[in-house]
């Protein structure tokens, strides 16, 4: 079993930066993939970033590239999303998720955080 705690999420303005946290716990940190999904309000989950198991591949959704950078830390047993320039799209309920690979898709996925909220005013 992985449990996975999120942090960092904060109420900030357009174009501020804010760093998400994911920390895992367990041994097997090092064998997952791991993806970061945002839900809005009134709308479907979705993929954000993914990063896989050795953190040399990286994926992310066409509205944050170029301003969101996944990485991972492995003798920390932890994720991070460095979000810049951030909009009030952005805002959103922010959830880590470990799998065996990196995924655009929830389904490939197998342990969910709870979620972190960041609120971009305008």
């Known amino acids: 079993q992985v449990q996975l705690v999120e942090s960092g999420g904060g109420l900030v303005q357009a174009g501020a930066s804010l760093r998400l946290s994911c920390a895992a716990s367990?041994?097997?940190?090092?064998?997952?993939?791991w993806g970061w999904f945002r839900q809005a309000p009134g709308k479907e989950r979705e993929f954000v970033a993914a990063i896989s198991v050795s953190g040399s591949s990286t994926d992310y959704a066409d509205s944050v590239k170029g301003r969101f950078t996944i990485s991972r830390d492995n003798a920390k047993n932890t994720v991070y999303l460095q979000m810049n320039s951030l909009k009030p799209e952005d805002t959103a309920l922010y959830y880590c998720?470990?799998?065996?690979?990196?995924?655009?898709?929830?389904?490939?996925?197998?342990?969910w955080g709870q979620g972190t909220q960041v609120t971009v005013s305008s």
């Open positions: 367990g041994r097997t940190f090092r064998r997952f993939g």
């Open positions: 998720a470990a799998g065996d690979t990196n995924s655009v898709r929830e389904v490939d996925y197998d342990y």
